[in-house]
């Protein structure tokens, strides 16, 4: 088992920053891939940015060049450095992790941007 603590979400002004951070703790040991996912009312959840034990990203289109996903395996974190925020940003985020014994979610965290 894995758990999963989110931090960083609040209200921002258009083309403002965040930086998201997520703590693992359990049988961190196991985590391979860690992801940051969104979702807003009546919408999907979708994939924002991952990046493997190795240190391989990716990112949707609508966010590259514009936010960072990094990961302190000593600590056991990864982060989502969020900057150029925009108002269709606004979003819960979610981290989540790929481990030995399946995949795991954090509890989310709001993030609002205002035009």
């Known amino acids: 088992q894995v758990q999963l603590v989110e931090s960083g979400g609040g209200l921002v002004q258009d083309g403002g920053s965040l930086r998201l951070s997520c703590v693992a703790s359990?049988?961190?040991?196991?985590?391979?891939?860690m992801n940051w996912y969104r979702q807003t009312p009546g919408r999907l959840r979708e994939l924002v940015a991952g990046?493997?034990?190795?240190?391989?990203?990716n990112y949707r289109d609508s966010v590259k060049g514009r936010f960072t996903i990094s990961r302190d395996n000593a600590k056991n974190t990864v982060y989502l450095q969020m900057n150029s925020l925009k108002p269709e940003d606004t979003a819960v985020y979610y981290c989540?992790?790929?481990?030995?014994?399946?995949?795991?979610w954090g509890q989310g965290t709001q993030v609002t941007v205002s035009s």
């Open positions: 359990g049988s961190v040991y196991s985590i391979n891939n």
């Open positions: 989540n992790v790929r481990a030995i014994g399946g995949s795991y």
């Open positions: 990046i493997t034990s190795g240190g391989s990203t």
